[in-house]
Nanobody
Framework: EVQLVESGGGLVQSGGSLRLSCAASGFTFDDYAIGWFRQAPGKEREGVSCISHMTGRTYYADSVKGRFTISSDNAKNTVYLQMSSLKPEDTARYYC??????????????WGQGTQVTVSS
């Protein structure tokens, strides 16, 4: 069974940092890209960052470039999203998903529960 479990969210003050984790199982980790997405209340889900295990390339939404860093520990089948200089507009529920290519918003398997990130001003 394809499973991705997000963790690491929480409440943080503006300017603070958090590290999200995405633990994957049930599929060949190296065959997929892993993307981080977020959804704020009343808004559509949007892509935040992605790492391609095929090419090693990383991608970021313009809104998070220079503040977020995605990384992967293939030995642990885990992808991390280090978030720094957080802003109130980063408040959202964050999800990770296995995708065939970065840029796709169609997950391999179902969306997980996500992890809530709340940034206070």
């Amino acid at each position: 069974e394809v499973q991705l479990v997000e963790s690491g969210g929480g409440l943080v003050q503006s300017g603070g940092s958090l590290r999200l984790s995405c633990a994957a199982s049930g599929f060949t980790f190296d065959d997929y890209a892993i993307g981080w997405f977020r959804q704020a209340p009343g808004k559509e889900r949007e892509g935040v960052s992605c790492i391609s295990h095929m090419t090693g390339r990383t991608y970021y939404a313009d809104s998070v470039k220079g503040r977020f860093t995605i990384s992967s520990d293939n030995a642990k089948n885990t992808v991390y999203l280090q978030m720094s200089s957080l802003k109130p507009e980063d408040t959202a529920r964050y999800y990770c998903a296995a995708v065939l290519v970065c840029g796709s918003s169609y997950p391999f398997g179902s969306w997980g529960q996500g992890t809530q990130v709340t940034v206070s001003s």
